[in-house]
Protein backbone atom coordinates (compact mmCIF):
# COMPACT_ATOMS: atom_id res chain seq x y z
CA UNK A 1 0.00 0.00 0.00
CA UNK A 2 3.01 2.29 0.68
CA UNK A 3 4.32 1.91 -2.57
CA UNK A 4 1.11 3.13 -4.08
CA UNK A 5 0.93 6.18 -2.25
CA UNK A 6 4.63 6.92 -3.24
CA UNK A 7 3.22 6.78 -6.57
CA UNK A 8 0.69 8.93 -6.31
CA UNK A 9 2.57 11.67 -4.16
CA UNK A 10 5.68 11.44 -6.67
CA UNK A 11 5.18 14.89 -7.71
CA UNK A 12 5.51 18.36 -6.00
CA UNK A 13 2.44 20.61 -6.89
CA UNK A 14 0.34 23.26 -5.64
CA UNK A 15 -3.27 22.10 -6.05
CA UNK A 16 -6.29 23.96 -6.42
CA UNK A 17 -6.74 24.71 -2.73
CA UNK A 18 -8.42 26.88 0.20
CA UNK A 19 -4.86 26.67 1.79
CA UNK A 20 -3.50 23.63 1.15
CA UNK A 21 -6.80 21.52 0.97
CA UNK A 22 -8.24 20.77 -2.36
CA UNK A 23 -11.83 22.94 -2.57
CA UNK A 24 -14.06 19.58 -3.13
CA UNK A 25 -13.38 15.89 -3.56
CA UNK A 26 -14.82 14.25 -6.43
CA UNK A 27 -15.71 15.32 -9.78
CA UNK A 28 -19.66 16.33 -9.01
CA UNK A 29 -18.66 18.49 -5.98
CA UNK A 30 -14.99 20.31 -7.43
CA UNK A 31 -17.69 21.35 -10.66
CA UNK A 32 -19.73 22.42 -8.17
CA UNK A 33 -17.67 25.06 -6.82
CA UNK A 34 -16.88 22.26 -3.61
CA UNK A 35 -19.97 21.88 -2.15
CA UNK A 36 -21.15 18.98 -0.52
CA UNK A 37 -22.29 18.97 3.06
CA UNK A 38 -25.76 19.01 2.41
CA UNK A 39 -26.06 17.75 -1.18
CA UNK A 40 -25.73 13.83 -2.36
CA UNK A 41 -23.61 12.79 -4.72
CA UNK A 42 -23.04 8.72 -4.11
CA UNK A 43 -19.93 7.13 -2.82
CA UNK A 44 -18.16 11.23 -3.05
CA UNK A 45 -19.93 12.09 -0.18
CA UNK A 46 -17.40 9.60 2.21
CA UNK A 47 -15.51 12.48 3.59
CA UNK A 48 -17.12 15.75 1.87
CA UNK A 49 -19.86 15.00 5.10
CA UNK A 50 -19.69 11.28 5.67
CA UNK A 51 -23.92 11.19 6.87
CA UNK A 52 -24.89 11.64 3.38
CA UNK A 53 -23.61 8.35 1.97
CA UNK A 54 -26.72 7.02 4.30
CA UNK A 55 -29.18 7.98 1.07
CA UNK A 56 -27.59 5.63 -0.93
CA UNK A 57 -29.80 3.28 -2.99
CA UNK A 58 -26.95 0.61 -4.11
CA UNK A 59 -23.72 -0.06 -4.44
CA UNK A 60 -21.14 2.78 -5.91
CA UNK A 61 -17.94 2.49 -7.03
CA UNK A 62 -16.23 5.83 -8.02
CA UNK A 63 -12.31 5.43 -9.79
CA UNK A 64 -11.44 9.23 -11.16
CA UNK A 65 -8.06 10.58 -11.27
CA UNK A 66 -7.16 15.12 -11.31
CA UNK A 67 -4.62 16.66 -13.40
CA UNK A 68 -3.51 19.29 -11.56
CA UNK A 69 -2.36 22.01 -13.85
CA UNK A 70 -0.50 24.86 -11.49
CA UNK A 71 1.21 27.88 -12.43
CA UNK A 72 3.96 29.75 -10.18
CA UNK A 73 6.42 32.51 -11.03
CA UNK A 74 8.55 33.92 -8.01
CA UNK A 75 10.44 37.09 -9.67
CA UNK A 76 9.76 36.72 -13.31
CA UNK A 77 10.85 32.59 -12.64
CA UNK A 78 8.57 29.67 -13.23
CA UNK A 79 8.22 26.60 -10.89
CA UNK A 80 8.78 23.50 -12.55
CA UNK A 81 6.54 21.81 -10.27
CA UNK A 82 3.57 22.73 -12.91
CA UNK A 83 1.51 19.06 -13.55
CA UNK A 84 0.83 15.96 -11.28
CA UNK A 85 -2.08 13.70 -11.10
CA UNK A 86 -3.85 12.36 -8.20
CA UNK A 87 -5.68 9.12 -8.35
CA UNK A 88 -8.98 8.72 -6.27
CA UNK A 89 -11.08 5.72 -4.87
CA UNK A 90 -14.74 6.01 -3.75
CA UNK A 91 -17.43 3.23 -2.70
CA UNK A 92 -20.53 2.94 -0.83
CA UNK A 93 -22.80 -0.08 -0.36
CA UNK A 94 -26.23 0.42 0.97
CA UNK A 95 -26.51 -2.45 3.77
CA UNK A 96 -30.01 -1.88 4.55
CA UNK A 97 -33.43 0.33 4.81
CA UNK A 98 -31.25 2.13 7.43
CA UNK A 99 -27.64 1.87 7.26
CA UNK A 100 -24.85 2.68 4.80
CA UNK A 101 -21.25 1.80 4.65
CA UNK A 102 -18.34 3.96 2.41
CA UNK A 103 -14.34 3.67 2.26
CA UNK A 104 -12.45 6.26 -0.05
CA UNK A 105 -8.92 6.63 -0.25
CA UNK A 106 -7.95 10.02 -2.12
CA UNK A 107 -5.22 12.85 -2.58
CA UNK A 108 -6.75 15.66 -0.06
CA UNK A 109 -4.29 18.32 0.14
CA UNK A 110 -0.97 19.20 -1.17
CA UNK A 111 1.47 22.34 -2.06
CA UNK A 112 4.70 22.90 -3.30
CA UNK A 113 7.44 24.91 -5.57
CA UNK A 114 10.67 24.26 -7.96
CA UNK A 115 13.38 26.42 -8.41
CA UNK A 116 16.24 23.55 -8.44
CA UNK A 117 18.70 25.88 -10.57
CA UNK A 118 17.98 29.46 -10.40
CA UNK A 119 20.62 31.10 -7.29
CA UNK A 120 18.15 33.95 -6.74
CA UNK A 121 15.45 31.82 -5.09
CA UNK A 122 17.89 29.79 -3.03
CA UNK A 123 17.07 26.59 -5.65
CA UNK A 124 14.13 26.29 -3.52
CA UNK A 125 12.35 23.00 -3.37
CA UNK A 126 9.28 22.21 -1.34
CA UNK A 127 6.94 19.30 -1.68
CA UNK A 128 3.66 18.57 1.05
CA UNK A 129 1.41 15.61 -0.21
CA UNK A 130 -1.76 14.41 1.61
CA UNK A 131 -3.74 11.07 1.05
CA UNK A 132 -6.50 10.06 3.40
CA UNK A 133 -8.18 6.69 3.71
CA UNK A 134 -11.79 6.79 4.90
CA UNK A 135 -14.04 3.66 6.36
CA UNK A 136 -17.45 5.13 6.88
CA UNK A 137 -20.43 4.84 8.52
CA UNK A 138 -24.16 6.20 7.97
CA UNK A 139 -27.31 5.80 9.17
CA UNK A 140 -30.62 7.69 7.86
CA UNK A 141 -34.10 7.18 9.46
CA UNK A 142 -37.14 10.03 9.15
CA UNK A 143 -35.06 12.61 7.08
CA UNK A 144 -32.28 12.71 9.21
CA UNK A 145 -29.06 11.51 8.73
CA UNK A 146 -25.96 11.00 10.89
CA UNK A 147 -22.13 9.67 9.74
CA UNK A 148 -19.00 8.66 11.22
CA UNK A 149 -15.65 8.09 9.45
CA UNK A 150 -12.46 7.55 11.45
CA UNK A 151 -9.53 8.97 8.58
CA UNK A 152 -6.43 7.56 8.65
CA UNK A 153 -3.71 10.33 6.93
CA UNK A 154 -0.68 9.57 5.22
CA UNK A 155 1.71 12.86 4.30
CA UNK A 156 4.99 13.62 2.73
CA UNK A 157 6.88 16.05 3.30
CA UNK A 158 10.09 17.67 1.84
CA UNK A 159 12.21 21.27 2.14
CA UNK A 160 15.17 22.14 0.33
CA UNK A 161 17.09 25.41 -0.59
CA UNK A 162 20.70 26.47 -0.38
CA UNK A 163 22.31 28.76 1.97
CA UNK A 164 25.05 30.60 0.15
CA UNK A 165 27.03 27.34 -1.10
CA UNK A 166 25.67 25.32 1.72
CA UNK A 167 22.61 22.82 0.74
CA UNK A 168 20.13 22.80 3.23
CA UNK A 169 17.47 20.04 3.75
CA UNK A 170 18.06 15.98 4.54
CA UNK A 171 15.15 14.81 1.97
CA UNK A 172 11.27 14.34 2.23
CA UNK A 173 10.05 12.90 5.34
CA UNK A 174 6.63 10.80 5.45
CA UNK A 175 4.07 9.96 8.85
CA UNK A 176 0.94 8.69 9.25
CA UNK A 177 -1.89 10.48 11.46
CA UNK A 178 -5.65 9.61 12.93
CA UNK A 179 -8.49 12.19 13.29
CA UNK A 180 -12.16 11.82 12.50
CA UNK A 181 -15.62 13.24 10.51
CA UNK A 182 -18.71 13.11 11.69
CA UNK A 183 -21.60 14.86 10.06
CA UNK A 184 -25.24 15.19 10.07
CA UNK A 185 -27.91 16.58 7.61
CA UNK A 186 -31.78 17.00 8.08
CA UNK A 187 -34.70 16.59 4.99
CA UNK A 188 -36.87 19.76 5.94
CA UNK A 189 -39.15 18.20 2.90
CA UNK A 190 -38.29 17.04 -0.25
CA UNK A 191 -36.84 20.01 -2.15
CA UNK A 192 -34.34 21.54 0.96
CA UNK A 193 -31.94 19.57 2.79
CA UNK A 194 -29.60 21.38 5.49
CA UNK A 195 -25.93 19.57 6.76
CA UNK A 196 -23.46 19.92 9.92
CA UNK A 197 -19.89 18.28 8.90
CA UNK A 198 -16.98 18.56 11.95
CA UNK A 199 -13.60 17.64 10.86
CA UNK A 200 -11.20 16.68 13.52
CA UNK A 201 -7.15 17.91 13.53
CA UNK A 202 -4.79 15.55 12.30
CA UNK A 203 -1.49 15.87 14.34
CA UNK A 204 1.89 15.23 11.59
CA UNK A 205 5.26 14.49 12.49
CA UNK A 206 7.85 15.13 9.76
CA UNK A 207 11.33 14.67 10.89
CA UNK A 208 14.24 16.59 10.34
CA UNK A 209 12.21 18.96 7.92
CA UNK A 210 10.88 22.16 9.45
CA UNK A 211 13.69 21.94 12.44
CA UNK A 212 16.68 21.61 9.58
CA UNK A 213 15.48 24.52 6.96
CA UNK A 214 14.72 26.66 10.42
CA UNK A 215 18.32 26.08 11.50
CA UNK A 216 20.38 28.43 9.63
CA UNK A 217 18.14 31.33 10.49
CA UNK A 218 19.06 30.66 14.66
CA UNK A 219 22.40 30.53 13.93
CA UNK A 220 22.12 34.07 12.72
CA UNK A 221 19.90 34.84 15.25
CA UNK A 222 16.55 35.67 13.29
CA UNK A 223 14.59 33.21 14.97
CA UNK A 224 15.17 32.17 18.92
CA UNK A 225 15.09 28.48 17.98
CA UNK A 226 14.52 25.87 15.69
CA UNK A 227 10.74 25.53 14.00
CA UNK A 228 9.19 22.23 16.05
CA UNK A 229 8.75 19.16 12.73
CA UNK A 230 5.21 19.22 13.70
CA UNK A 231 2.64 20.02 10.76
CA UNK A 232 -0.76 19.35 11.92
CA UNK A 233 -3.64 19.38 9.06
CA UNK A 234 -6.45 21.61 10.94
CA UNK A 235 -9.60 20.84 12.33
CA UNK A 236 -12.51 22.48 10.54
CA UNK A 237 -16.33 22.43 11.06
CA UNK A 238 -18.99 23.72 8.06
CA UNK A 239 -22.54 23.94 6.99
CA UNK A 240 -24.59 23.92 4.12
CA UNK A 241 -27.85 23.58 2.34
CA UNK A 242 -29.37 21.92 -1.16
CA UNK A 243 -32.62 23.09 -2.53
CA UNK A 244 -33.83 21.49 -5.65
CA UNK A 245 -35.70 22.92 -8.02
CA UNK A 246 -37.69 21.07 -10.83
CA UNK A 247 -34.44 19.83 -12.71
CA UNK A 248 -32.09 22.47 -10.92
CA UNK A 249 -30.24 22.23 -7.73
CA UNK A 250 -29.09 25.18 -5.90
CA UNK A 251 -26.19 24.18 -3.00
CA UNK A 252 -24.30 26.33 -0.79
CA UNK A 253 -21.80 25.68 1.66
CA UNK A 254 -19.46 27.34 4.45
CA UNK A 255 -16.77 26.02 6.30
CA UNK A 256 -14.13 27.53 9.01
CA UNK A 257 -10.61 26.37 8.65
CA UNK A 258 -8.60 26.62 11.64
CA UNK A 259 -5.11 27.18 10.49
CA UNK A 260 -4.42 29.59 13.45
CA UNK A 261 -4.05 26.89 15.89
CA UNK A 262 -2.71 23.85 13.85
CA UNK A 263 0.61 23.14 14.79
CA UNK A 264 3.17 24.42 12.32
CA UNK A 265 0.63 26.45 10.52
CA UNK A 266 0.61 28.82 13.57
CA UNK A 267 4.35 29.32 13.77
CA UNK A 268 4.09 30.43 10.30
CA UNK A 269 1.33 32.81 11.21
CA UNK A 270 -1.39 31.54 9.30
CA UNK A 271 -4.52 32.50 9.55
CA UNK A 272 -7.82 30.80 9.79
CA UNK A 273 -9.88 30.65 6.55
CA UNK A 274 -13.47 31.31 6.09
CA UNK A 275 -14.57 29.28 2.49
CA UNK A 276 -18.03 29.97 0.63
CA UNK A 277 -19.16 27.61 -1.79
CA UNK A 278 -22.03 28.12 -4.20
CA UNK A 279 -22.85 25.41 -7.00
CA UNK A 280 -25.99 25.06 -9.51
CA UNK A 281 -26.36 22.06 -11.46
CA UNK A 282 -28.96 20.95 -13.99
CA UNK A 283 -30.21 17.09 -14.06
CA UNK A 284 -32.40 15.62 -16.68
CA UNK A 285 -32.09 11.78 -18.07
CA UNK A 286 -29.00 10.92 -16.80
CA UNK A 287 -26.98 13.40 -17.50
CA UNK A 288 -25.98 16.51 -15.92
CA UNK A 289 -24.28 20.01 -16.04
CA UNK A 290 -22.99 22.32 -13.48
CA UNK A 291 -21.18 25.80 -12.46
CA UNK A 292 -19.88 26.68 -8.90
CA UNK A 293 -17.63 29.04 -7.52
CA UNK A 294 -15.75 28.84 -4.19
CA UNK A 295 -14.16 31.72 -2.23
CA UNK A 296 -11.58 31.93 0.42
CA UNK A 297 -9.24 34.44 1.56
CA UNK A 298 -5.49 34.16 1.51
CA UNK A 299 -4.53 32.48 5.02
CA UNK A 300 -0.99 33.42 5.01
CA UNK A 301 -0.15 37.11 7.13
CA UNK A 302 1.92 39.07 5.51
CA UNK A 303 4.49 40.24 7.36
CA UNK A 304 6.03 44.02 7.17
CA UNK A 305 9.54 42.60 6.60
CA UNK A 306 11.16 45.69 8.35
CA UNK A 307 12.61 42.91 10.60
CA UNK A 308 14.51 40.04 9.62
CA UNK A 309 11.92 37.57 11.54
CA UNK A 310 8.98 38.90 9.39
CA UNK A 311 11.27 38.90 6.38
CA UNK A 312 12.33 35.00 7.16
CA UNK A 313 8.48 34.13 7.68
CA UNK A 314 7.35 36.15 4.28
CA UNK A 315 10.41 33.94 2.64
CA UNK A 316 9.36 30.71 4.02
CA UNK A 317 5.05 31.47 3.29
CA UNK A 318 5.37 33.00 -0.21
CA UNK A 319 8.33 31.96 -1.82
CA UNK A 320 8.43 28.33 -0.48
CA UNK A 321 4.46 27.55 0.07
CA UNK A 322 2.64 30.44 -1.77
CA UNK A 323 -0.74 28.82 -0.96
CA UNK A 324 -2.55 32.51 -2.01
CA UNK A 325 -5.26 31.50 -4.44
CA UNK A 326 -8.57 33.00 -3.33
CA UNK A 327 -11.32 32.50 -5.99
CA UNK A 328 -12.21 29.59 -8.14
CA UNK A 329 -14.75 29.37 -11.07
CA UNK A 330 -15.97 26.09 -11.48
CA UNK A 331 -17.55 23.66 -14.15
CA UNK A 332 -18.31 19.71 -15.06
CA UNK A 333 -20.88 17.93 -16.60
CA UNK A 334 -21.42 13.90 -16.67
CA UNK A 335 -23.80 11.16 -18.19
CA UNK A 336 -24.97 7.33 -18.12
CA UNK A 337 -23.09 5.80 -20.25
CA UNK A 338 -24.78 2.45 -20.10
CA UNK A 339 -27.60 1.56 -17.10
CA UNK A 340 -24.77 1.17 -14.72
CA UNK A 341 -22.04 2.97 -15.81
CA UNK A 342 -21.44 6.83 -15.54
CA UNK A 343 -18.92 9.43 -16.38
CA UNK A 344 -18.15 12.36 -15.00
CA UNK A 345 -15.94 15.81 -15.66
CA UNK A 346 -14.94 18.66 -14.12
CA UNK A 347 -12.40 21.40 -14.70
CA UNK A 348 -11.54 24.15 -11.97
CA UNK A 349 -9.86 27.53 -12.84
CA UNK A 350 -8.05 30.12 -10.19
CA UNK A 351 -7.35 32.98 -11.85
CA UNK A 352 -3.99 34.93 -11.29
CA UNK A 353 -3.22 36.44 -8.47
CA UNK A 354 0.10 38.06 -7.52
CA UNK A 355 2.19 39.32 -3.91
CA UNK A 356 4.81 41.31 -3.34
CA UNK A 357 7.04 41.14 0.04
CA UNK A 358 9.96 41.90 1.94
CA UNK A 359 11.89 38.92 2.63
CA UNK A 360 15.12 37.39 3.52
CA UNK A 361 16.47 37.23 -0.20
CA UNK A 362 15.01 41.17 -0.93
CA UNK A 363 11.67 41.83 -2.43
CA UNK A 364 9.62 39.38 -3.69
CA UNK A 365 6.51 38.86 -6.03
CA UNK A 366 4.92 36.17 -6.36
CA UNK A 367 2.77 35.15 -8.97
CA UNK A 368 0.38 31.93 -9.02
CA UNK A 369 -2.92 30.75 -10.70
CA UNK A 370 -4.23 26.98 -10.83
CA UNK A 371 -5.97 24.43 -13.33
CA UNK A 372 -7.72 21.25 -13.24
CA UNK A 373 -9.42 18.77 -14.39
CA UNK A 374 -10.85 15.20 -13.14
CA UNK A 375 -12.85 12.66 -14.61
CA UNK A 376 -14.50 9.82 -13.14
CA UNK A 377 -15.76 6.75 -14.08
CA UNK A 378 -18.83 5.53 -11.53
CA UNK A 379 -20.04 2.67 -11.44
CA UNK A 380 -23.52 1.40 -10.02
CA UNK A 381 -24.43 -2.40 -9.00
Not at 99 to 127: E, K, P
Not at 199 to 220: D, E, Q, R
Not at 369 to 379: N, V, W
Amino acid sequence: MKKLILVALSASVLLATNGDNLIGLGAKSRAMGGVGIATYFGAENVLVNPAMIAKSKNTQMDFGATLFMPTVQANGTDSDADMSIMPEVFSSVKIDENWAFGIGMFGAAGMGVDYRGTASLMDARTNLMLMKFAPTIAYHADGICVGFAPVIQYGSLDIAYKNGLTQVGSGSSDHFGVGFAFGFSYDVNQDLTLGLVYKSKIGMTYKNTLSIASAPFVTLGIFPSTFSDDLAQPAEYGLGLSYDFNKLNFSFDYKKIKWGSADGYKDFGWKDQNVYALGVKYENDGTWYSVGYNHATNPLTKYPGTTPQGAALNMFNYLMFPATSEDHFTTGAGTNLTKNIALDFSFVYSPSKTETVNTTIGSLSVKHAESSAEITLRYDF
